[in-house]
């Protein structure tokens, strides 16, 4: 596949978003996701431990991740501005930065000016930060895979072969058994 996409929040509210968005941005096939303002700390929503698989860059400021923006990628805002690009009519780029503001703030008058384009969602109040990031990257594979493109997305290994499910039904079978000696659940 030709093409690649990065997605961020511009100074999130709540670190749990974060690890939301990473295990969407995993799942969807994105290259990197990306914080500006705010750093990680490891959160329970990331179960999957997307950092094995999916880089984070932080970026102190908006300078800073435009600066290491990659050649001819463009920085997509997604905010409810009216009059912009509806997601249904919008056309991804092939090289994209997706980037989202907090839900209390949306996007900073800065990043507004920044960005290469825009994108709304439907509706007239915000989502939560990781939803919205997840039905963009959902509409770029969708869209993507309408007009041809091949996408090939990741795995995460053992649930696509079977060893999650035998997990399970050992575990299970203990329960059903009344011990605990199920190897740590």
Sequence with gaps: MRGYFGIGIENGKAEVNLGTLWRSAHIF??????TVGRRY?????????????IPLFNFPTLAELKA?????C???GVELIPGIEEIENFTHPERAVYLLGSEDRGLSKEALEKCHRFVRLPGNDCLNVAVAGSI???DRLRQWKLNGKSVNLPSWGDRRNGKERIRDD???LHMRRGDDQGGGV
């Design 74 to 76: 463009l920085l997509v």
């Design 170 to 172: 050992e575990v299970l």
């Design 136 to 138: 963009v990257m959902y």
């Design 29 to 34: 096939g994105a290259a990197f996701i990306f």
């Design 41 to 53: 700390q490891q959160q329970s929503s990331d179960v999957k431990k997307s950092w094995r698989s």
């Design 68 to 72: 290491y923006l990659p050649f001819e």
